[in-house]
């Protein structure tokens, strides 16, 4: 069970992948016909909904974004090489980490 205080949107799960990839860390929660992003966008909670909202907005600009749900660094850094190149695709270097409350994580991680 997750909670928030905050009012976020509910994740349309017609559009999005389903949320069984939080088990491994992270996985891909939208992306682009083909799986070939211009752009990575990931968050690792309240954030998502707003790299959600990104996608839809570079989508209608012409750049193709994956977004990536990454709840725990720790669950992901141990998931195989072959299966965190398929997340946070290696020959993609235009990433945006999204996270308001602080770097943990996202420093100690060459993403």
Same mark, same amino acid.
């Given at each position: 069970?997750? *909670?928030?205080?905050?009012?976020? &949107? ?5 559009? =999005?992948?389903?949320?069984?990839? #939080? ?5 891909? *929660?939208?992306? #682009?016909? @083909?799986?070939?992003?211009? #752009?990575?966008? *990931?968050?690792? @909670?309240?954030?998502?909904?707003? =790299? ?9 600009? @012409?750049?193709?974004?994956? !977004? %990536?749900?990454? &709840? ?5 850094? /141990? ?11 290696? /020959? !993609?270097?235009?990433?945006? =980490? ?12 060459? %993403?």
């Amino acid at each position: 069970m997750i *909670l928030t205080r905050q009012t976020l &949107p509910t994740i349309d799960r017609s559009k =999005c992948a389903a949320a069984s990839g #939080v088990a491994k860390g992270a996985y891909v *929660l939208a992306d #682009v016909p @083909g799986g070939k992003p211009d #752009v990575l966008l *990931l968050a690792s @909670g309240s954030e998502v909904s707003l =790299c959600l909202e990104a996608a839809d907005q570079l989508n209608g600009e @012409g750049i193709k974004p994956r !977004v %990536v749900s990454m &709840p725990s660094w720790e669950l992901f850094e /141990h998931q195989p090489q072959a299966y965190r190149d398929s997340v946070i695709t290696p /020959h !993609v270097t235009a990433r945006v =980490c999204v996270e308001q409350a602080s770097t943990f994580g996202w420093r100690a991680t060459p %993403v």
